[in-house]
């Protein structure tokens, strides 16, 4: 059992919305003088650049995890992380077919850049990764699941996006284990409002756009760790995220 500072929702710069220097190299390096351990690669709608967030990843010793930030379509955030990068892209592909097709206004919503291992750019994502799918809650709940991983709500202190601000409670199903804050002090707050969520695990995680947004070594998770592997630390973070720890 050890200790790992985390931060499970980073954008990349495959999402519109963040920053061109938001490369898999430069977050993995930021993480890195943050001194965070356990880092997740969350762009809207798409894994695409979670290959080579694991590969730079591995250069500064931090545990990769793949994730996505989906909009379901209820225009509600949810948190989905995966195990393997092999399940992830499989998600990633599912969330491809069923991603609203509006081609990307670079201009206007911003680039959409695909990144290989070495920090270069290899495409650009056609269509806007910021629209809705038409995955429900609970599909996307079980979705995820099936293939292994763990699905929550995102920043549920936060208005945009927000599965609190959009349903104005937090329902019963899908059965969540765990849900994200922006803001670790709004959890008394969160947890006398809304009673279903007292048992639940919880992450307080940046939501980051930009390099400087990047948590610092500040929230942390024991996780079982013997014998030492990443995939073995992946593996015990969505065991404790699904409650199974």
């Known amino acids: 059992m050890n200790k790992y500072f985390y931060d499970l929702h980073i954008h990349s710069c495959l999402s519109p919305c963040a920053d061109d220097d938001m490369t898999p190299a430069n977050i993995a390096g930021m993480a890195a003088v943050q001194g965070l351990t356990l880092v997740a690669l969350t762009d809207h709608n798409s894994c695409k650049n979670c290959p080579a967030f694991f590969a730079h990843a591995k250069r500064y010793g931090i545990v990769p995890v793949a994730g996505m930030e989906l909009t379901t379509a209820e225009d509600i955030h949810v948190i989905c992380l995966f195990p393997d990068l092999e399940s992830a892209m499989r998600f990633d592909s599912i969330v491809s077919d069923r991603l609203i097709k509006v081609k990307n206004k670079a201009a206007i919503f911003g680039n959409q850049f695909i990144m290989d291992e070495n920090d270069e750019k290899i495409g650009e994502e056609e269509n806007l990764l910021i629209n809705a799918t038409s995955i429900d809650l609970e599909e996307a709940f079980y979705t995820v699941r099936s293939l292994g991983g763990v699905c929550y709500p995102a920043h549920i202190d ?61 929230n942390s998770l024991d996780l079982d760790d013997e014998p030492y592997s990443s995939a073995k630390v992946r593996r015990e973070l969505i065991r404790y995220l699904r409650g199974e720890s």
């Open 158 to 218: 936060r208005e945009s996006g927000g599965l609190i601000a959009v349903l104005g409670d937090f329902p019963e199903e899908p059965t969540y284990t765990a849900f994200e804050l922006n803001f670790g002090n709004a959890l008394e707050e969160y947890r006398s409002r809304f009673h279903v969520i007292g048992s639940k695990h919880f992450v307080v995680s940046s939501d980051a756009h930009n390099l400087w947004s990047i948590s610092e070594a500040e």
